[in-house]
Nanobody, 115 residues
Framework: QVQLVESGGDFVQAGGSLRLSCAAS????????MAWYRQAPGKQRDLVAA???????NYNDSVKGRFTISRDNAKNTVYLQMNNLKPEDTAVYYC?????????WGQGTQVTVSS
């Protein structure tokens, strides 16, 4: 089992920045990728950014150039730096770990961007 705890969600004005953190514990040796997803009210959960165990990253087109995913292996923590936030970025952001056995999810953290 992998336990994930997100933090860093907040209320921010458009153009502002936030950094989300996701601390992993448990069977972290099985993880092959970590990712951030988001879900706005009435919408499906979408991938925002992902980082593999090799450090390869990929991003949703809507956040390219604004968001950066990174990790600190010593702290077993993954970050999502979000710059130039837009109202359409408002959502609950979830951290997920992916292994050959499936995915584990955090509880989510709310990000609200006002116009």
């Amino acid at each position: 089992q992998v336990q994930l705890v997100e933090s860093g969600g907040d209320f921010v004005q458009a153009g502002g920045s936030l950094r989300l953190s996701c601390a992993a514990s448990g069977s972290i040796g099985s993880i092959i990728a970590m990712a951030w997803y988001r879900q706005a009210p009435g919408k499906q959960r979408d991938l925002v950014a992902a980082i593999s165990s090799a450090g390869t990253t990929n991003y949703n087109d809507s956040v390219k150039g604004r968001f950066t995913i990174s990790r600190d292996n010593a702290k077993n923590t993954v970050y999502l730096q979000m710059n130039n936030l837009k109202p359409e970025d408002t959502a609950v952001y979830y951290c997920a770990s992916h292994s050959l056995r499936g995915a584990h999810w955090g509880q989510g953290t709310q990000v609200t961007v006002s116009s």
